[in-house]
């Protein structure tokens, strides 16, 4: 029996490959390692509310805060310090109502932010979320018709207004999230025309109407007051749909992708880097970064190595830039060396 064994384990070393060979130290693992994180690939949300003064603590995503314009300059000292190229803005005005006339008519907090940023940090990418939700009295990401439904082309010039609204505080790239059809060609349309020819849409390509958006919503007070964004944002079970949704927003312009959620979501990630050349970015959202917390927290998980993990395999299924509340953190563990 034993000897047996033997032979079995003689064969076996001479004729088959032992990928345990190149695990056996940690020099060795890191010399063959194919993916790697740094903190080039983050891109960190910010979510900027009225007022001064203010740094509001969002419950449900712990280290995370909304913060008016005058509190942003430390956070961007240690985005800057942690070697974080881009952020990514949302705005939170006072007054909502039913157009979300405050992303697009006036200076509203984004556009405040947007300039405030790139006069303290000329090189720090700035990244504006063009959506209608967080404006809009009701909640939905466009405007309404009678009947409660969002009327798509009657919600395209609002998003582009507010997408030529950042651009011309400042933005160096503009993200539609809406899941309007046809967004991206609006917004590059208007934003040609109004001289802002060089400014890149990052397409929210295929963002799926998803529950991992939970805590965001408390973030950006953006929860629908009735109904849900089935009717727009994407059925989680659908892959080719995604496909078509991304050759849309590639056909209409569209600079850079982005698949939303991430880690629910790598197969889309990854067919998407397997078909498009484009920058490929994904949304590590805020209900990714709510479990990894919860379960930190509570000591039922080691969230530094299963954060890690995670983004890792963002990047793995083909992402080439992560937008992750984990930035900053992820960014000094990586310093420290994990
Ligand atoms: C706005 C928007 C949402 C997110 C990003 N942009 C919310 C939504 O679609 O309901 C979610 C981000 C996150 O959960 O971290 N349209």
């Excluded at 003064?53 to 005058?70: C, L």
Aim: hydrophobic share 45%; net charge negative; proline share 5%.
């Amino acid at each position: 029996m034993l000897g047996e064994k033997r032979d079995i384990a003689g064969e076996a070393s001479a004729l088959t490959s032992r990928p345990r060979r190149l695990r056996r130290s940690a020099s060795l693992r890191r010399m063959v390692r194919e993916t790697t994180l740094s903190a080039d690939d983050f891109i960190y949300p910010l979510f900027v509310v009225e007022g001064e003064g203010a740094v509001n603590t969002i419950s449900s995503m712990p280290g995370q805060a909304q913060r008016s314009v005058d509190m942003l300059a430390p956070e961007l000292e240690e985005i800057i310090s942690l070697g974080i190229p881009a952020v990514l803005l949302f705005g939170i005005p006072d007054e909502k109502d039913a157009t979300g006339s405050l992303s697009w008519s006036g200076h509203g907090p984004v556009q405040r932010a947007i300039e405030a940023i790139k006069r303290q940090s000329p090189g720090t990418i700035v990244i504006a979320d063009v959506c209608l939700c967080e404006y809009t009295d009701h909640g939905h990401c466009g405007v309404l018709s009678q009947a409660g439904e969002v009327i798509n082309d009657d919600t395209l010039p609002l998003l582009a207004r507010s997408a030529v609204s950042f651009a011309d505080a400042g933005a160096d790239i503009v993200a539609p999230s809406a899941m309007m059809d046809g967004q991206v060609a609006a917004i590059r349309a208007r934003l040609d025309v109004a001289g802002h020819d060089q400014v890149p849409v990052l397409a929210y390509a295929a963002k799926f109407a998803s529950a991992f958006y939970g805590p965001f919503r408390e973030a950006a007070e953006s929860a629908p007051q009735f109904g849900d964004r089935r009717a727009y944002q994407m059925d989680p079970a659908n892959r080719r749909e995604a496909m078509r949704e991304v050759a849309l927003d590639v056909e209409e312009g569209a600079d850079m992708l982005m698949v939303k959620p991430a880690t629910p979501y790598l197969d889309i990630i990854r067919e998407v880097r397997d078909r498009y050349d484009l920058p490929l970015a994904a949304y590590q959202v805020s209900g990714e970064y709510a479990m990894l917390k919860a379960a930190g927290m509570n000591g039922w998980i080691d969230e530094r190595r299963a954060a890690i993990e995670s983004l890792v395999a963002i990047k793995r299924a083909g992402a080439d830039m992560i937008i992750t509340y984990y930035a900053k953190e992820a960014a000094r563990w990586l310093k420290e060396g994990t």
